[in-house]
């Protein structure tokens, strides 16, 4: 099939991919945080999905800029399953998200990858991103 938007039903798979990015324990909030994705008008949730099953995401926020004259795309989660990297599925990804962008009056992608990710550092740079070395983070306290 393709890309698409995620939907709702699309939670599990979505989770597993999570998990495959570090990010465990997901099922049981990802059902509402995909709810309220999907009614963001800056926000896309696309996944790959290849019989019947999704196999890889990208979620992409839309960031209007006030001071300059195009705006910010940034991919905050992107994953390939682990047993289909390195067929193209990413690189189509990708291209569809710059696309999108463009559309969108952006005038750069943003990533944040963690410096553990190696072969994602390999994959940004093929695909024309640059290093920007810096980057802060305020971790704010939330009780649950």
């Known amino acids: 099939m393709g890309i698409r938007k995620a939907d709702v039903e699309d939670w599990k798979q979505i989770s597993l991919l999570l998990n495959q990015l570090d990010y465990p324990n997901t099922e049981h909030f990802i059902k509402e945080k995909i709810e309220k994705f999907l009614k963001e008008t800056n926000e ?19 960031i209007p800029q006030l001071a300059i004259k195009g705006d910010f795309a940034r991919i905050s989660y992107f994953a390939v399953d682990t047993n289909v990297r390195g067929k193209g599925i990413g ?31 390999r994959f940004y740079m093929r695909q024309g991103f640059t290093e920007s070395p810096k980057y802060f983070i305020k971790m704010l306290s939330q009780s649950d």
């Open 44 to 62: 896309e949730l696309l996944v790959f999905e290849e019989e019947k099953k999704v196999i890889a995401l990208i979620s992409i926020h839309f």
């Open 91 to 121: 690189r189509k990804i990708e291209e569809y998200c710059t696309d999108l962008a463009i559309k969108r009056n952006c005038d750069r992608i943003e990533v944040h990858c963690h410096s553990r990710r190696t072969d994602a550092h």
